[in-house]
């Protein structure tokens, strides 16, 4: 259960990161944490059952989150080329 | 204190000390150095849970990949120019009354799960067992993962060239 508090420490520091900083990098960073807090729970549990499916998880879940870092990255950067801005509350343009 | 507390509490250090300084720097190259040393620390809890296999990939994808792209990119778009600015959104208040009461949802839960006793991982290597798992029973999902991976390059290829 140690690990489980771990991760609910990750967790909410990558919920605060998100919700909070207006640098769209350290708001990619901070998903990548609570993706990090999802791991180590998913292998926590696997450990804790016996059973290693929960490390197969832990697999996929690192796999979605290099797509996922590569195309915001990309995202990141097309932005920056078209907006010159990185910070999120400047880039209103579909804001009402 | 035996060993394995004493190694898990420098990890759990590791791993939410450097979160929390990742998610305050204002500068986004001290922000990536933290965020490295946050993934150490989950890469040692990993090698705790006896996750071998786990503790290697965290550290080559995560910290040699995913970390330096984060870096190129930070290279790339000069971030430094942000960094005298305000770091935080101006409804800062919302955002953190959102995470305190998910903290506090979450840690009720967390005190009051009834897990089912623990059981034995079997004999074999960890590295065998995770193969063994991944290529049986879950080939599918690992070849559609290898497709998303083919996407997601195409994809932020396509994103991130300069316009023709």
Same mark, same amino acid.
Do not use: C
């Given at each position: 259960?140690?690990?489980?508090?771990?991760s609910?420490?990750? &967790?909410?520091?990558? !919920?605060?990161?998100?919700?909070?900083r207006?640098?769209? $990098?350290?708001i990619l960073?901070s998903?990548?944490?609570?993706?990090?807090?999802?791991?180590?729970?998913?292998?926590?549990?696997?450990?804790?059952?016996?059973?290693?499916?929960?490390?197969?998880?832990?697999?996929?879940?690192?796999?979605?989150? $290099?797509?996922?870092?590569? +195309?915001?990255?990309?995202?990141l950067?097309?932005?920056?080329r078209?907006?010159? =801005?990185?910070? $999120? /509350?400047?880039? /209103?343009?579909l804001?009402? | 204190? =035996?060993?394995?507390?004493f190694f898990?509490?420098?990890?759990? !250090?590791?791993?939410l000390?450097?979160?929390?300084?990742?998610? =305050?720097?204002?500068?986004?190259?001290?922000?990536?150095i933290? &965020?490295?040393?946050?993934?150490?620390?989950?890469?040692? &809890?990993?090698?705790?849970?006896t996750?071998?296999?786990?503790? +290697?990939?965290?550290?080559?994808?995560?910290i040699?990949?995913?970390?330096? &792209?984060?870096?190129? +990119?930070i290279?790339?778009?000069?971030? /430094?120019?942000?960094?005298?600015?305000?770091?935080?959104?101006r409804?800062?208040?919302?955002?953190?009354?959102v =995470?305190?009461?998910?903290?506090v *949802?979450?840690?009720?839960?967390?005190?009051?799960?009834?897990?089912?006793p623990?059981?034995r991982?079997?004999? !074999?290597?960890?590295?065998?067992?995770?193969? /063994? !798992?991944?290529?049986?029973?879950?080939? +599918?999902?690992?070849?559609? *993962?290898?497709?998303?991976?083919?996407v997601?390059?195409?994809?932020? $290829?396509?994103?991130?060239?300069?316009?023709?």
């Open positions: 259960m140690h690990y489980v508090a771990v609910l420490g990750l &967790l909410l520091i990558g !919920t605060a990161g998100l919700l909070l207006r640098n769209i $990098v350290i960073m998903i990548e944490l609570i993706l990090n807090a999802v791991n180590l729970n998913l292998v926590a549990f696997s450990r804790h059952h016996g059973n290693a499916a929960g490390q197969v998880f832990a697999i996929f879940v690192i796999a979605v989150a $290099v797509a996922e870092a590569a +195309v915001g990255l990309g995202i950067l097309a932005l920056f078209n907006r010159e =801005t990185v910070q $999120v /509350d400047e880039v /209103d343009l804001k009402w | 204190m =035996t060993l394995e507390a898990f509490y420098a990890f759990a !250090t590791l791993a000390g450097g979160a929390a300084l990742a998610v =305050t720097r204002p500068s986004a190259v001290h922000a990536a933290a &965020l490295m040393v946050s993934l150490l620390g989950v890469a040692g &809890l990993y090698l705790l849970l996750a071998e296999f786990l503790f +290697v990939a965290q550290i080559i994808l995560y040699g990949g995913i970390l330096l &792209l984060f870096l190129f +990119v290279m790339l778009v000069n971030l /430094d120019a942000g960094r005298g600015l305000r770091q935080f959104h409804r800062w208040p919302v955002g953190a009354a =995470t305190a009461v998910a903290g *949802v979450l840690a009720v839960l967390w005190s009051r799960v009834q897990l089912p623990a059981q991982m079997p004999e !074999t290597g960890n590295v065998e067992l995770v193969a /063994d !798992t991944l290529l049986q029973d879950y080939l +599918v999902p690992f070849e559609v *993962v290898s497709l998303l991976l083919l997601a390059v195409v994809g932020s $290829v396509l994103l991130a060239r300069k316009r023709a």
